[in-house]
């Protein structure tokens, strides 16, 4: 009992920079550190946090695009002692400054390029110790006060002893990019990370992902955004080629990917989106064999499958921020591997199987378990032991998110026979009609498919009989027909695959979606034009 | 915090069973149950232990080969709240006694052909309260009272509640095998066994093992050996089909692994050698391109290239009972990947590298870290998440394995450029001639490569002189020219990669080797006919 091994995030480090020293970490393909430096520049940083005046369970903030830097403070900050916030810099302004005051930050790590954005309302942010800032000059602006320049920090090997840390202190935190009111703070421990790393590298070995150190990785996940799906920590474990893709912009990502020979990633649908119609990406990703995780949205038929023309192998992947986020992945169970290439793709696209220590169950309104009949609609609800305890300060928020030790996600879902979860909606997306759901998830999917349809979103719009009726919005390609679309579903209807009763009345071709702040498709602005 | 995940062993069939219910578990082929309907016996059991006096912290007892039932034992008996103890039945009958003395074992559940070992002793297993026993034709002995059928516990579907477990219960205890002294018990709680399972299926996805839910595994490590390496849980969580091969037979092994397709194993070299050299093994195992790692002893170099000539990759691996067991793994790093195939044999040799969350140091009498030349020599030291606490009621024992927060673990080696281990000896078999040592584990490897060398063991012999001198013994097949052994280690004596100074004073043609009970050959008979 006296030899405790407290599940620490410095132990992802332990066993694999000792394995792998040279293996590397590349910033865009302009700037490489080894493993060997990483870890030195991170146990530099940690103590330099602690030297600086970093306390247990501070708040560390940091503002920056997916950079090295950023890396390093996903280890650093934690083994300091104190709490990461990754703040989500596609917020407004105003949201950026509410939830650092509400995560009561002290310190913050900030690229040049967000100084002015932080530095021209100053005085709202008074609750901060210290800036800590760098830029890729090497030159930082000095509008923020009292500032230290990153650098001198993460190469001060004057190191001072980390202090021991127990497995159950938060590591992280930050806000949920929720469509409706403000954003709810969530937060995660060193233990809760260090689960959810191991049972994501446990389970992301099966087909088609078949992880191992050989991959190069570059997500494409914001680091802001939920620990990036946790690949700072998981990549790293598996001593993987780790490529940061810096400010997300199309022309410099495909020519990352080719340089650094990229075979995996992760991302958001509408990034997938904008990766394959880039006039270079078919000659650069044809070359790769890449494997793509793709969540935070539904993985639509049309896109795997145009992704699979490009030698794209796609699984989707299902979580949410209260997660950490992974809750299902679609790779393959004994069932799936044993089909025919073909028929697999339905699989590849579904939200997926629990992973490991996952307990994963879709319960109706009586809290009884749906039937494995691909139709019954019921609600997710989870537990593993990655789970956020509490909303920051919110304790409704809390009681609704956690009744009877069960998370509840929210998400409506149907089961198939093998156990495989469909999403069809979001709770509060979902369409209600003549008292039954219309899954406006599966209708996307379908319409995905139709010639000429770029992306989707099918929304309600309120209706004096049904109460609510689908309408479906469209962008589109010069192929577009809307007859044709509408013949399209017709065939699903017919082969009963879905209901003539959920078909949209209304089809309305828009130039082009807004987009939240993870890039997902903002259905808000569209109910609102209705 | 009110929504603590306890890592118990129960969540490694949550996710599993529920993705794989139909995934096989094949007991020579000859019984097959499904998971699902192995999670149900589990539960059925674990629930009727408690329904028969089981109480938390009780000692459970297992005589059997590897079987299904041993199967079921190494859930249920844990998850009823109990202790699982593999006895080792390849002990004598006195230390089997011995040990199941030792560990207080309340209940025993016991295979019918090892009843006679006890029924003619009853009396001095007074400290028994029940027999559960089974007989695969269904019909128990009835010499030892008072006892229940297996069967009747296992199919009893009038569940009880399984009590709640914390995750630092002990979950497993079982005696070293030790060939000096009387064995020591070691424990192990459902913590230590989770993370050890979740680290170890983590590591395994790498090449040249590429783990995944595809492989079909048969554990050819026995069940009462630490925990079978932890092949009964790491198995499972990947939903892979497992097959047990009863008591060790080698004809019903091979015929077994051809008709369950098997692809996946584990085994000390001794069996390995078994196999491959059954004149009917090459044409089954040529055609299931099986991967196996091999540890408990070191992989020779003769055997493993035997073992490729059959299309067999062998990757070694290291740990020992006080440490659940792993610690190593030839795995491929990022350098290994980089080399040509030939040059990776040598590393697929070696002890291999810690996996992930293991902190492993090799260290010299002044408590610092060799250097990485393959040359010095230190005891391997460590800490993991899941390492003995104690030797059971041996105070003395656990001082001497535990100092200053690492585990030593008595066994020396020594490290290359690129941080592979390599064991070069145990302590205490170490030959210390002239004030230095003469690393035996090498000169078996080379010994192995020459022609007609079946298998080798080098041990010590006093020396008046030097303190001690080595001495060859070998098994041999009718090519073997002791000139030729000798010509073939001068070549790499002239190549500088042993020294002249500890090649053998002799060499001894044996018949055979006796071998410990867990397949290890047992040098200390060979040491006192010396």
């Known amino acids: 009992m006296e030899h405790r091994y407290e599940l620490t995030i410095d132990k992802i480090l332990t066993a694999s920079v000792r394995n792998n020293p040279d293996q590397i970490i590349s910033y865009q393909g302009k700037e490489s550190i080894t493993y060997e430096k990483f870890n030195e520049r ?24 997916d950079t090295n830097r950023y890396l390093e403070a996903y280890y650093a900050v934690p083994m300091s002692g104190a709490v990461l916030h990754t703040v989500n810099i596609r917020y407004p302004p105003e949201l950026i400054y509410y939830t650092m005051q509400h995560a009561d930050d ?8 967000f100084v002015p954005l932080v530095a021209q309302n100053k005085a709202l942010f008074s609750f901060v110790k210290k800036w800590i800032i760098y830029s890729e000059t090497g030159k930082v602006p000095e509008t923020l006060e009292p500032g230290v320049n990153y650098d001198t920090l993460v190469n001060d090997e004057a190191r001072i002893k980390l202090p021991e840390i127990n497995e159950n202190s938060i590591a992280t935190t930050f806000y949920t990019s929720g469509t409706t009111g403000l954003p709810k703070g969530v937060s995660f421990s060193h233990r809760q990370i260090m689960l959810h790393t191991l049972a994501a590298t446990s389970t992301l070995s099966d087909p088609p992902i078949s992880l191992n150190s050989k991959d190069v990785i570059m997500p494409l996940v914001p680091m802001f955004h939920v620990h990036s799906w946790g690949m700072p920590y998981t990549s790293i474990m598996k001593g993987m080629k780790y490529v940061l893709p810096g400010r997300y912009d199309v022309p410099t990502i495909l020519k990352t990917i080719k340089q650094e020979k990229v075979t995996l990633s992760a991302m958001v649908p509408s990034i997938l989106y904008m990766l394959i119609t880039n006039p270079d990406a078919s000659k650069i990703l044809a070359d790769n064999h890449m494997k793509i995780i793709v969540g935070g949205g539904t993985l639509l038929r049309g896109l795997a499958e145009k992704a699979r023309t490009l030698g794209i192998e796609t699984i ?10 992974i809750l299902t992945l679609s790779t393959f169970t004994k069932r799936i591997i044993e089909m025919d290439d073909q028929k697999r793709t339905d699989y590849r696209i579904k939200t997926g199987v629990p992973i490991s220590l996952v307990d994963l169950r879709v319960v109706g309104k009586d809290g009884k378990d749906v039937p494995r009949d691909s139709k019954t609609i019921g609600e997710i609800i989870v537990k593993t032991p990655w789970l956020t305890d509490e909303y920051v300060k919110d304790s409704e928020g809390t009681e609704k998110l956690w009744k009877n030790g069960w998370l509840h996600t929210g998400d409506l879902a149907v089961l198939d026979e093998y156990g495989y979860i469909s999403i069809v909606d979001r709770e509060r997306d979902a369409i209600k009609s003549g008292g039954e759901f219309i899954p406006t998830l599966i209708l996307e999917d379908l319409i995905s498919t139709a010639p000429g349809v770029n992306e989707v979103a099918v929304v309600g719009k309120k209706d004096e009989k049904w109460g609510e009726r689908p309408i479906a919005f469209v962008t589109v390609t010069p192929k577009f027909n809307m007859e044709e679309v509408k013949k399209h579903l017709d065939t699903y209807v017919e082969a009963g695959r879905v209901s003539k009763f959920w078909l949209p009345d209304e089809y309305r071709v828009v130039k082009e979606f807004v987009k939240t702040s993870t890039g997902k498709i903002d259905k808000k602005p569209l109910r609102e034009n209705l």
């Not at 989707?316 to 986020?325: C, H, L, N, R």
């Open 42 to 65: 991170v146990y530099n940083l940690a103590s330099s946090l602690i030297k600086l005046g970093v306390q247990k369970g501070d708040k560390v903030a940091v503002l920056d695009w």
């Open 106 to 113: 002290r310190y913050v790590i900030i690229r040049d390029e």
């Open 316 to 325: 989707a992947g299902y979580g949410m921020s209260e997660t950490a986020p």
